[in-house]
């Protein structure tokens, strides 16, 4: 699997979705783990809300920390797939 590829599908699925309303729109960072590990990030949510944040590392291991009405969605995915298939629900 391409990791840059899938982080960009992954970045322009939620772009496109509507349901993501905040007016600030889908952000993208990159930081560093506490152990010095680089991942990427994406924070997206509906209304006003930073409803959701995912940290990114690579195609088969991604974190979603979630509040409010996508709290439930919390946790770690281990596809891109799985991930935006929770999302839609």
Do not use: C
Request: proline share 2%.
């Amino acid at each position: 699997m391409n990791t840059k590829l899938d982080f960009a599908y992954l970045l322009n699925s939620i772009q496109e979705n509507e349901r993501w309303t905040a007016p600030y729109g889908v952000l993208e960072g990159e930081g560093k783990s506490k152990k010095g590990k680089p991942f990427r990030s994406i924070t997206f949510g509906i209304a006003r809300y930073l409803d959701a944040y995912i940290t990114y590392y690579n195609s088969g291991f991604m974190i979603l920390k979630a509040q409010g009405s996508l709290e439930h969605l919390s946790g770690v995915y281990k596809s891109v797939e799985s991930l935006l298939k929770a999302l839609e629900q």
